[in-house]
């Protein structure tokens, strides 16, 4: 039971934004809108620079969404989370 719990817990968390989705950045969305700039990684990343984030934004939109966080976590520009 607690297995399948787990299991439906961790499979919700793929629909849900950003700030939910890695929990090593879920205190980072400080405005809560489901994105991260690169303020908002700074601060709990302060190593982050602005051309390693511009290579995470694929879209150039200033702002990583969950694509863009997954795809830079995978390509080892950000950690993977601990969650």
Do not use: C, H, K
């Not at 950003?18 to 990343?45: F, K, P, R």
């Not at 290579?55 to 520009?77: P, R, T, V, Y």
């Amino acid at each position: 039971m607690n297995t399948t719990l787990t299991r439906l817990f961790a499979a919700s968390l793929v629909a849900l934004p950003v700030a939910a989705m890695a929990a090593d950045y879920t205190a980072a969305d400080a405005n809560a809108d489901g994105m991260l700039s690169l303020e908002e990684v700074q601060a709990v990343m302060p190593e982050m620079t602005a051309d390693t984030f511009a290579a995470a934004d694929a879209d150039g939109d200033g702002m990583l969404n969950q694509d863009e966080l997954a795809a830079a976590q995978s390509e080892g520009l950000l950690p993977a989370s601990d969650g």
